[in-house]
């Protein structure tokens, strides 16, 4: 069901629905019902006049979560398409349910006595409770309907519990997929039953395991009965096998890679679904939602998986760790998401990076798997966290190989922290001393971008893979969007952009043909243009537009780590660094980083900056810097030889002789040792 927050009605329309007058919420429930009986013929005039008698009755955020939970997605979907009023219209409903589901999301307790109202009332009560339980708590229903599920007095308050998970729809499966975790063998077997009608091929991998190892001989036969009713499903997204093993990693890649296929970016409030002697559901960051569900089918198959497959699932498993990490670390810095969400998240740190560790060798896999699939935030936190066991070592090298999102340059650094001085990390390390800001961007629609110029270009012609891509962390520097792309209307990619906490405050291009008409719409929340190319990019950094903040951050934290890494290496490795220290120094380096910089000049004898940092001798610069170039030119001197040395700088080096420093007067006095008897002499009181 669609989720994301759209625009509310313009004023006209709604002094018009106002005018229009209704007494009860059956009556809105047949006029909602003809208005989508009529979208369907394709009589948009009636439809529409039912909808505004609809919304004259002033429905609360609740009942209109209530409507359109009657109606599946692909039908709301075209009604936005028709944009006009009957769009309009549609966004009113979305917009009023998706408050209401937020409601329910922080107090999921009362269906409790809706589901006794289900299974005690009147005939009326029942179909009312139905409802409520659909349109008021969808997936927070499931835990109050498994108590019934599993009754075993009673079979009609079974058959009645288990028809109303069915009517839950999609928003039931995950939850139940937790409960088949339940001793109870009735229960397991009726949530099976279940899985199985709503043929929900999220569900699959779990069914498979069942099948096939399960205490039960009914619960093996239903898992394996539900299981073929999947095929179908299954067969259309690429994934037509019964196979368990198969099954989990088609599922958990298809997770972790935000596939459209399964991932449903209009589903319920992100819930994190547990059993522990029941059903449990901890609301979580959205980010950390589809992360939560690959991991929890991994964590199911490693029950059973044996040998070859376990060592499969274990590699899955960490790349899925590795990715939660990697976000994690990333909604830290995004000031809407602190929080309660945020804090509990925070919480898993200590054991993913537990879990990641204890993965061993495996993390080598991990990270080929986060490659191929082109995560590469995900690969950059896993390398950096990596073993020297061969299988490990092996991932380093093949991912020093890529550029995006500074992949390459984290596999070096770990490789150069485990002791490899070899000529293509030391190059690779050396070259990213004097990088530019790789600036981010993401592509929806064809847009005429490639990557290059301090631009790291990631495209999609998939409008709902593009909006889960630019939410995705690091956070990007702008997002460029094709007017007219398939699969969602550009107000769905605006107001999906601009209202979700992760991608509102990222720069939004809109490149349409026709920029009157979008700019008079969206010119408040995005930049609307004819055409884009790099050169434009470059334009909206310099009017202010895109800042180049955050990939300044980037390139400097990248800097001083090779730095750092590259000055533990034997000196003889570092003999090749000389341009590309003179270069990092040239570069605008802030002090911290320079600093860092000078050391690895002096290790690596790198002569040529020598001119830089005599530069920087002249500056009245922070005490670590100077103590820094202070003993860089020290060695520099030593290896270029005295004729090297400027008069200027030896009088400004002198003069903090007596400068009342001692560490910035000894440091002076080892670079001016260097010219021997010509250097000044201080002689001690008697």
Not at 7 to 17: E, H, K, N, P, Q
Not at 209 to 214: K, S
Not at 230 to 240: Q, T, V, Y
Not at 606 to 622: F, M, N, S, Y
Request: glycine share 10%; with cysteine.
């Amino acid at each position: 069901m669609f989720r994301l927050p759209l625009r509310r009605l313009g004023s006209s329309l709604i002094a018009a629905t106002l005018t229009c007058g209704l007494a009860t919420a059956q009556d809105a429930d047949k006029l909602f019902d003809q208005g989508i009986d009529a979208f369907r013929r394709g009589d948009n005039t009636a439809a529409l006049e039912a909808f505004k008698q609809v919304l004259a009755t002033n429905p609360s955020n609740d009942e209109a979560y209530r409507l359109i939970a009657r109606v599946e997605d692909q039908v709301m979907l075209e009604m936005l398409v028709e944009r006009g009023e009957l769009g309009k219209v549609a966004e009113r409903f979305l917009g009023l349910a998706k408050v209401g589901r937020q409601v329910v999301a922080s107090d999921p307790g009362g269906a409790e006595a809706v589901v006794d109202k289900l299974l005690d009332g009147t005939a009326t009560e029942r179909q009312s409770a139905l409802l409520e339980l659909q349109g008021t708590y969808g997936a927070w229903a499931v835990k109050a309907l498994l108590r019934p599920l599993a009754d075993r007095s009673d079979t009609d308050r079974r058959v009645a519990a288990q028809q109303a998970l069915l009517h839950l729809g999609d928003v039931a499966v995950v939850p139940l997929m937790a409960a088949l975790g339940s001793d109870d063998e009735l229960l397991r077997t009726n949530v099976v039953a279940t899985l199985g009608s709503l043929r929900d091929v999220r569900a699959a991998a779990s069914l498979a395991w069942l099948a096939r190892y399960d205490e039960s001989d009914v619960v093996k036969q239903m898992a394996a009965t539900g299981l073929e009713k999947m095929r179908d499903g299954l067969e259309s997204i690429g994934l037509g096998t019964t196979d368990a093993l198969t099954l989990t990693i088609g599922l958990a890649q298809r997770w972790l890679t935000g596939d459209a296929d399964i991932v449903r970016p209009y589903d319920a409030a992100a819930v994190r679904w547990t059993w522990d002697g029941g059903l449990q559901g901890t609301p979580v960051l959205n980010g950390m939602y589809t992360l939560d569900l690959a991991q929890m089918t991994l964590a199911g198959a490693l029950e059973h998986a044996q040998g070859a497959d376990r060592e499969r699932v274990r590699s899955w498993l960490a790349a899925v760790e590795a990715a939660k990490l990697a976000e994690i670390d990333a909604a830290n810095d995004v000031p809407d998401l602190q929080g309660d969400l945020l804090d509990a998240a925070r919480d898993q740190v200590a054991r993913l990076h537990l879990d990641v560790a204890l993965a061993g060798p495996l993390r080598g896999d991990a990270l080929s798997i986060l490659v191929e699939n082109q995560l590469f935030p995900a690969a950059a936190a896993l390398a950096g966290v990596m073993g020297g066991s061969e299988r490990e070592l092996d991932g380093l090298r093949s991912a020093m190989g890529i550029d995006s999102a500074g992949l390459g340059v984290t596999a070096a650094q770990a490789l150069a922290r485990l002791g490899d001085g070899s000529s293509g990390v030391v190059e690779r390390l050396g070259a990213s001393l004097a990088g530019v800001p790789e600036r981010l961007v993401v592509t929806i629609g064809d847009v005429g971008l490639s990557s290059g110029g301090g631009w790291s270009i990631e495209s999609t012609d998939q409008a709902l893979a593009g909006l889960a891509r630019a939410k995705s962390f690091p956070p990007k520097d702008v997002v460029v969007v094709r007017d007219g792309v398939g699969g969602v209307t550009l107000d769905t990619l605006v107001f999906g952009l601009k209202d979700d906490p992760r991608s509102k405050d990222i720069p939004l291009v809109i490149v349409t043909d026709d920029t009157e008409g979008v700019g008079a719409l969206y010119g408040d929340r995005a930049t609307v243009v004819g055409a884009m190319t790099a050169a434009d990019l470059d334009q909206l950094v310099t009017d202010g537009v895109v800042s180049d903040d955050a990939a300044r951050t980037r390139l400097l934290a990248r800097v001083l780590v090779s730095a750092q890494v590259l000055a533990t290496l034997s000196s003889s490795s570092l003999s090749g660094l000389g341009s590309h220290v003179a270069a990092s120094l040239d570069s605008g380096l802030n002090d911290e980083v320079k600093t860092a910089v000078l050391m690895l000049a002096g290790r690596a004898g790198a002569v040529e900056a020598l001119p830089k940092v005599e530069d920087i001798l002249l500056t009245d610069g922070d005490h670590d810097l100077m103590v820094a170039a202070m003993h860089a030119a020290a060695r520099l001197w030593a290896a270029a030889g005295i004729s090297s040395g400027r008069a200027d700088v030896r009088e400004a080096l002198s003069a903090q002789l007596e400068g009342g420093d001692e560490e910035l007067a000894q440091a002076a006095a080892e670079a001016l040792g260097q010219f021997g008897a010509d250097a000044p002499v201080m002689l001690a009181a008697h």
